[in-house]
């Protein structure tokens, strides 16, 4: 994964927990350096590594861990240039979550190794969607939740998310049943 994911988790520990525990969280990963660049390509392992000292620190559920950071990704993504990127999506949740693969394709200009995740977003009826969620990487469909959770409030969006279908449980993908809720 990109450096800007460990920096984002970084930040989101150090800002609500102190710079202590994210010590205390490195030192237990075993990981040497709380310096991510942004633009570097860092094993998988590292940021997985993370998600299980948080997740033993905290007293959390690796899930939980995953879906807390998820939420707080927009509100941290807003602050770099990814940001702008995810406005030009759109300026309402559904526009955005259709075009997040165009956004994927944009950072991948500069981000050449990125691997990102794909999703597709399906109308059931008004107000109810499918969001299918493709990747290669095991265990962020929780991080999903989060991140959905976190564009809604940046939107001023009220919603309800539940997984679906589970690669966990032998789905091909993950799906996850959203609902745009009425003001």
């Known amino acids: 994964m990109y450096g800007m994911v ?6 989101f520990i150090s800002d609500n927990h102190g710079p202590e525990v994210w010590a205390d969280i490195c030192d237990d990963a075993g990981i040497t350096t709380d310096a991510f660049e942004s633009t570097v390509t860092y094993d998988d392992a590292v940021t997985y ?51 997040l693969d165009d956004l994927h ?3 991948n200009m ?31 469909a929780p991080m999903v939740i989060g991140l959905v959770r976190g564009l809604a409030e940046q939107f001023g969006q009220k919603i309800e998310i539940e997984p679906a279908d589970c690669r966990t449980k032998g789905a091909e993908h993950d799906t996850f049943n959203l609902t745009i809720l009425a003001d």
């Not at 950071?69 to 993504?77: E, L, T």
């Not at 977003?121 to 493709?134: K, N």
């Open 6 to 11: 460990n920096q984002g988790i970084r930040t």
């Open 49 to 99: 590594k993370l998600v299980g000292s948080i997740s033993k620190c905290l007293e959390l559920e690796p899930s939980t861990v995953l879906e807390v950071f998820g939420r707080f990704w927009p509100h941290f993504a807003s602050e770099t240039p990814i940001g702008k990127l995810i406005h030009f999506g759109g300026d309402n949740l559904v526009d955005v979550l259709d075009n």
């Open 105 to 107: 394709t944009r950072v």
């Open 110 to 140: 500069s981000m050449p190794d990125l691997r990102p995740p794909s999703f597709d977003l399906e109308q059931v009826d008004d107000g109810r969607y499918i969001l299918h969620y493709f990747t290669d990487r095991e265990g962020l």
